[in-house]
């Protein structure tokens, strides 16, 4: 079964140069309960994707084509084709987003118990007891003590407290779908940890599927089922993780991982990559990567590769090189 | 060259006072190479400014090429000051974005007297452009600080460093806002003028794999509520880390590689929110998390910064205890 099946969506931004082709025919599932990873460098279009998803995207953005089909059991809707009251009663009840910047999510001047009951009001929680039951079990399952933190204000609470309050804030529904950004980048690392942690435990214990999206490999190879590489707007690589991770089939997936110093193990030779991410407004030809690409022959410069399937069928990597990629990585890279 | 000696510094906040550095001793030779690591709050930012001299001591003192340095003045203090510069986190805030790259590098040029006349200047920025890997120069004389990408920007920080010959470059989170795929060039050019200009070179991040990575022939330093606690070379800290926080750490940090990450051993702490600044434990600050706590010596004595075998100094009570028994003959 399929939650959330995304087909070539596209989202474009209007600026002053013209239009950003931000997300570039993205297509993707997500199973139930499932943990996707969306990896990729600042400019990839991953946060552009997420916020797409839930149509969280800023005014200046405009969604051009594709479906973002959910699926809740029932009968699965096209979160592109519903009207306003609609979409608002399906974010959070049936997929909720954790924004990146834990401290600017929260309204400042309210304290944490409004919020919750604020969000539930607006969701059709109408009764406060019922709320304040659910809350307090979200806040003890987050390894909170809600009697202290439903009193407390945004600014009293320290930065892993705040990041969750906000997952308990928005698993308040009971959603299906968890969409975070960047959810531990402004951690310290004990407790990014903490956050690691509890995210695959609730996980396990509540069922929801998670869509997280991060330029950080490592929080990928720690709780992700499957990673999604994104360069350009567009999916490059897609498999499980430890396909992803041990058998790379496009050359930016390996080179992002030659780019990271590891702890553990041999400090090995690192690179970073050549060039920089490409102007959206105006695409480079054939495969977008191609001008920073070692792999990269003419053919590259005039032909935009689709996702193929490489090893296995589940493993798919937009590249016309990859079996030079695979011969030059070998079997295992990480 | 130059040392922190027993620094202490405090700053009043509307809670209380808090001592953001206590008691810290840090002595940097001509051409080292060391990372300061720890969390937010642990001091690692207040240490670089103070390092740098852009903070006073409360107590203790800065020491460069043997002088005390908030002891000298007119030209020693000159010579500190060019001595040592500091390259921020945020090139985008330290940047003046209304100054184009050829401004921002020939103001420190003409105040120093190190250039005379636009065309003496224009020179020495060429080279100074080329040296931190920009180039052509000429492309990136007339360009305002939005006109180029985060690495650009952080590389024009660096040359902006250089304009003055330091012998101490402190790096704040040099390479923390920048992708992961140009991290390395950039620490890698800071290496390169370490091994090109005998610069000394301190870099503060919160990212151990970096540290480990920028520090492989140097040492890291581990810092910890205000307090050094661990200070060893980087190989043998990270692969047998002493202070149970370091270990701690380490055992946290996840891991581009699946089987590793889903492998490592986690240290148990006794508790998991840092204490605040305003309400620091007492002796060990780090005791009522610890998972080797003793009862009636970690919550009494502030341990001290020690050695122990093989180049190393830890500051904890068990640790040391431990390690040099170890090392002691029978």
């Not at chain 1, 839930?54 to 084509?65: E, G, H, W, Y």
């Not at chain 1, 993780?241 to 110093?261: E, K, N």
């Not at chain 2, 130059?2 to 009043?12: G, M, Q």
């Not at chain 2, 070179?201 to 890291?220: E, K, N, S």
Request: proline share 7%; charged share 25%.
């Amino acid at each position: 079964m399929t939650l959330l099946s995304v087909r070539d969506l596209a989202i474009e931004y209007a600026s002053r140069r013209g239009a950003v082709q931000a997300v570039r025919g993205v297509s993707f599932d997500v199973a139930p309960g499932e943990i996707v990873a969306i990896i990729g460098e600042s400019g990839s279009g991953k946060t552009s994707l997420a916020v797409g998803l839930i149509r969280l995207t800023p005014r200046n953005a405009r969604t051009t084509r594709g479906e973002v089909l959910f699926d809740d059991g029932i009968a699965p809707r096209d979160v592109l084709e519903m009207d306003r009251e609609t979409l608002r009663r399906f974010r959070w009840r049936h997929a909720a987003m954790v924004f990146q910047s834990a401290l600017s999510s929260f309204n400042p001047v309210i304290d944490i118990w409004s919020q919750f009951l604020d969000t539930g009001r607006a969701h059709g929680m109408s009764d406060p007891r019922a709320v304040r039951e659910r809350a307090s079990e979200l806040l003890r399952v987050v390894h909170l003590d809600p009697d202290r933190v439903l009193r407390a204000y945004p600014h009293m609470l320290s930065g892993g407290m705040k990041q969750r309050v906000l997952i308990a804030l928005a698993l308040l529904l009971g959603p299906r779908l968890l969409i975070l950004d960047e959810p531990t980048t402004a951690l310290d690392i004990l407790t990014q940890r903490q956050i690691i942690d509890l995210l695959r435990e609730l996980r396990d214990r509540l069922g929801f599927a998670m869509v997280f999206i991060s330029h950080d490999l490592s929080l990928a190879a720690e709780l992700a089922d499957r990673v999604l590489t994104m360069y350009a707007g567009r999916i490059v690589e897609e498999a499980s993780v430890s396909d992803l991770f041990y058998r790379p089939r496009h050359p930016y997936t390996v080179g992002l991982m030659r780019a990271v110093p590891r702890l553990s193990g041999e400090p090995g030779a690192l690179a970073s990559i050549p060039g920089s991410p490409p102007d959206l407004v105006r695409p480079p030809s054939g495969c977008a990567y191609h001008p920073r690409c070692p792999f990269a022959i003419d053919r590259c410069r005039a032909v935009d590769p689709a996702l193929v399937a490489v090893d296995t069928p589940a493993h798919t990597a937009a590249c016309i090189r990859w079996d030079a990629v695979a011969a030059e990585v070998g079997a295992r890279i990480a | 060259m130059i040392e922190l000696d027993r620094v202490t510094r405090t700053f009043s906040t509307p809670g209380g006072t808090i001592t953001a550095v206590s008691e810290v001793s840090l002595a940097f030779g001509a051409g080292e190479v060391m990372c300061l690591v720890g969390e937010s709050g642990c001091g690692k930012t207040t240490t670089g400014r103070l390092l740098a001299g852009l903070l006073r001591p409360s107590s203790g003192r800065l020491l460069f090429d043997g002088g005390d340095v908030w002891a000298t003045r007119g030209a020693d203090l000159g010579r500190f000051r060019r001595g040592v510069q500091l390259v921020h986190q945020d090139p985008y805030a330290s940047l003046n974005p209304v100054r184009t790259v050829y401004d921002t590098l020939s103001a420190p040029l003409f105040r120093h007297g190190k250039a005379r006349g636009h065309d003496g200047a224009v020179r020495l920025i060429r080279a100074l452009l080329e040296r931190v890997g920009l180039t052509p120069p000429d492309d990136l004389l007339p360009k305002y600080p939005h006109q180029l990408s985060g690495g650009q920007r952080q590389r024009v920080a660096i040359a902006r460093a250089l304009t003055v010959d330091p012998r101490v470059i402190v790096a704040d989170e040099a390479v923390s806002m920048v992708d992961v795929s140009i991290r390395v060039t950039l620490l890698d050019l800071l290496l390169g003028l370490r091994d090109e200009l005998g610069v000394t070179i301190v870099l503060i991040t919160h990212d151990l794999a970096v540290a480990r990575y920028f520090a492989r022939h140097g040492r890291i330093g581990v810092m910890y509520l205000g307090r050094v606690v661990e200070l060893a070379p980087a190989e043998r800290l990270v692969a047998d880390p002493a202070h149970p926080y370091t270990a701690a750490l380490i055992g946290a940090v996840p891991e581009a590689d699946p089987a590793v990450t889903r492998a490592k051993r986690r240290v148990p702490l006794r508790g998991t929110e840092i204490p605040s600044l305003l309400a620091l434990p007492p002796g060990c600050a780090f005791h009522p998390r610890c998972p080797l706590f003793e009862a009636g010596l970690c919550d009494v004595l502030v341990p001290a910064v020690l050695p122990i075998p093989s180049e190393r100094e830890v500051a904890c009570h068990v640790a040391v205890r431990e390690r040099t028994r170890v090392a002691a003959p029978a």
